[in-house]
């Protein structure tokens, strides 16, 4: 399974879960939704591992956290903020900033990278960025543990650990454990994941996430909501 193929699942999966947000559908729908985000973290860590410049890298989900705000308040918000209750683009950027710290500016000393991860997770909770400060640490986890060297665990096997403890802390508290079998059943897919790119549409997941927020948006005012 190729990184292309791993995109096309975690938009699917995201869809469903926006879609079943704004339409008010049965939480079930709001599980399968669960398995986007580790995707995402995953692809978005292959990204810092394997992209020509981590600048050019943070340049696009910056302009595109900017581009998807608006769609993302007119889905979920009641307000237009840049600074309040930010897209999931927001948390992304913070991460993989922190990365950046990590590999261009300490030469992958982890000690002296807590302090920009440290300060990168405190701006995801002043901006109330989707999924916050875990969101941003899990970004740095696991696309460092692509790049560790361990005696006794692969990185690919760390990181599939670190993506497991992700979906059992963010959603520990949730009253049913369905949110986090929905998220662990993204473990298998990134398993079964060769590390190839596939087809090179990298614009597909940038482009994809502001149009559908708002083709939701527009036609959940003229269908009915349940």
């Not at 948390?91 to 990365?99: E, I, N, S």
Request: charge should be positive; include cysteine; aromatic fraction near 14%.
């Amino acid at each position: 399974m190729t990184n292309f193929n791993i995109k096309l699942i975690a938009l699917a999966t995201m869809l469903i879960d926006h879609t079943a947000v704004i339409f008010n559908l049965h939480e079930g729908y709001r599980a399968i939704g669960r398995i986007a985000l580790p995707l995402f973290i995953y692809l978005i860590a292959e990204g810092c591992l394997h992209t020509k410049s981590i600048e050019k890298y943070l340049l696009r989900l910056g302009l595109f956290a900017l581009i998807s705000e608006i769609p993302y308040d007119l889905a979920f918000n009641e307000n237009i903020s840049f600074l309040r209750n930010t897209n999931i683009f927001y948390t992304l950027w913070l991460g993989v900033a922190a990365v950046y710290f990590c590999k261009k500016v300490f030469n992958k000393n982890l000690v002296l990278s807590l302090i920009p991860l440290g300060l990168a997770m405190i701006t995801a909770e002043v901006l109330s960025s989707d999924y916050g400060a875990i969101g941003v640490f899990f970004v740095f986890s696991i696309a460092v543990s692509g790049i560790s060297e361990t005696k006794h665990l692969s990185p690919k096997l760390l990181q599939l650990l670190l993506l497991t403890l992700f979906s059992v802390v963010l959603y520990a508290n949730m009253p049913t454990p369905i949110y986090i079998i929905g998220s662990l059943m993204a473990i298998p897919i990134i398993f079964f994941s060769n590390g190839k790119l596939g087809i090179p549409a990298k614009w597909i997941f940038y482009m994809f996430y502001p149009s559908h927020l708002l083709v939701l948006t527009f036609l959940s005012y003229i269908l009915p909501r349940y």
